[in-house]
């Protein structure tokens, strides 16, 4: 995105990995920053986020919000390409890739639209709307299942799975790109790491108040 003043002087421009804070007021399909506060790297952003908070916090143990806020950035990094990536492939978001990919996996079984709300998770409500995009669309199908005719089953159509081959063939090298400067050891470890991670997250997640720790443990 180009930074201009409302004189028309360029003043910069952010790339993708940048995080800039900017007041902005929108006129005529065009931004123009009325303050821009600070530019820098997410990782950049990240160590300045606990020096900061060291130096308020100078005896609390904080390697663990390190760890935290390089995770949510990842996250949110990871997203963010996978999404420009889903479009480039032909898809409108990647929840639509999301979607057809399960459906792919699945087959030849058909999941109920419930499975798919419920795997992805995300609303059943939500999930309506992007199956009858996905169905106009011919991606998906939708067919009254044999053991209960109030249900109904999902399947993707020829043109689905076409499209989500190809998807994911393209996702993959991104995917690849990701671990790009990791050596295989790196990249194991990682994932072990990211795995174990994860499991604890399930933990948390589950926790009524993940934040007290005496409720947690009794």
């Known amino acids: 995105m180009e930074i201009v003043l409302p004189s028309g002087l360029e003043i910069g421009r952010i790339n993708p990995g940048d995080l800039c804070f900017v007041d902005v007021l929108y006129v005529h399909e065009r931004y123009y920053v009325k303050l ?17 908070w060291s130096r308020l916090r100078p005896d609390e143990d904080l390697f663990g919000l390190g760890v935290a806020h390089r995770l949510i950035w990842s996250g949110r990094l990871a997203e963010e390409v996978l999404e420009r990536t889903a479009i480039a492939s032909g898809l409108r ?67 689905g799975r076409s499209l989500i081959d190809q998807a994911f063939t393209t996702c993959l090298s991104v995917y690849q790109s990701m671990l790009d400067g990791f050596t ?35």
């Open 36 to 52: 821009v506060w600070w530019l820098m790297t997410r990782s950049n952003f990240s160590r300045e986020t606990v020096d900061g």
């Open 93 to 159: 978001r990647r929840g639509d890739y999301e979607v057809l990919a399960l459906l792919r996996r699945a087959e030849p079984a058909l999941l109920t639209p419930l499975q798919v709300a419920q795997q992805l998770i995300t609303s059943q409500s939500g999930m309506t709307g992007k199956l009858d995009r996905l169905e106009r669309q011919g991606l998906v199908q939708r067919s009254p299942d044999p053991e209960d005719r109030r249900a109904i089953r999902l399947g993707i159509t020829d043109a």
């Open 184 to 218: 295989p050891t790196e990249g194991k470890d990682l994932d072990a790491l990211l795995d174990k991670l994860l499991t604890r997250l399930d933990e948390l997640s589950a926790m009524q108040q993940p934040w007290n720790q005496e409720l947690n443990h009794k």
